[in-house]
């Protein structure tokens, strides 16, 4: 499967506008099943050849063009290959340079887009180059790129991390919605507060949190403990969701706490 997955990657940069092909996913870490799809992402500049790509995807493949699936995931297709799901991921390289930049000042966004219901947070673009693989890059572009962020911007560290206080804002507005029985309130903002902090942990230890997959499970077992049990057992009525909250404070508490240890 992987000659045939190179041989794609080939393929793909030969379509005007496409630079380079990287392997992303659990695929290029390492940490894949063996039904775990092959994720490429197809990097872009300027205006790209979607007829060329549709060609190449064969005539059963619908291909979205920029933007066709949300202002961040930018678009791509869906493919099946001797059975096996491949993914294709387009990318403008122009904004993931731009982002970069921003990681490296300190600086990111957190969009809305389809499928990531805790936000898409823009250092995604950086960390899913850093932690791919190359697999085509004619000009040598997407390698240079990629070397530049051998190391984990400490802006960008300190900026995840500081934004942990946000995690304590939507802990005391949980609290108003538990007195009234709001489940959906109190289970967002606490969704939410578990996800701040799991982009703070993994910040902390210089790793990259590419998305919510699979990200509570790769913070510090304690927390990952805690805030699984949290999560699983919210309840319902006034008491409960009360009694609930009180954790997510303490938990809360206790993470921002490590953080500054740090």
């Known amino acids: 499967m992987r000659t045939i997955i190179a041989d794609m990657a080939e393929r793909l940069v030969r379509v005007p506008g496409v630079v380079g ?30 007829a060329a790509l549709r060609t190449l995807a064969g005539p059963d493949v619908e291909v979205a063009g920029p933007g066709d699936w949300g202002p961040w995931v930018d678009g791509g297709a869906w493919l099946t290959v001797d059975g096996t799901a491949v993914d294709w991921i ?19 966004e957190v969009g809305i ?38 190391v984990y911007p400490e802006a960008l560290r300190t900026a995840l991390t500081g934004a942990a206080w946000e995690a304590e804002f939507l802990t005391a507005g949980a609290a108003k919605g538990a007195a009234a029985g709001d489940v959906l309130y109190v289970a967002l903002c606490l969704s939410r507060a578990v996800g701040v902090l799991v982009q703070a942990l993994h910040a902390d230890t210089r790793r990259w949190c590419l998305n919510e997959k699979g990200a509570l499970a790769a913070t510090p077992p ?32 206790d993470t921002v706490a490590a953080l500054r240890e740090e």
Not at 22 to 42: F, I, Q, T, Y
């Open 222 to 253: 304690w927390f990952a403990r805690r805030a699984g049990a949290l999560l699983s057992s919210l309840g319902t009525g006034p008491e409960a969701l009360t009694a609930s909250v009180a954790e997510s404070r303490t938990l809360v508490a």
């Open 21 to 50: 092909v990287a392997l992303g996913g659990s695929r290029a870490r390492g940490e894949h099943r063996p039904d775990s799809d092959w994720d490429l992402g197809v990097y872009y500049r300027g205006r790209l050849d979607l």
């Open 113 to 150: 887009q389809a499928g990531h219901p805790l936000g898409f947070w823009s250092p995604c673009y950086a960390g899913e180059l850093a932690l791919g693989q190359v697999l085509a890059d004619p000009s040598g572009e997407l390698t240079r790129l990629r070397a530049t962020m051998a």
């Open 90 to 108: 387009l990318r403008d390289l122009d904004r993931v340079e731009r982002v970069w930049a921003d990681c490296r000042e300190g600086r990111y």
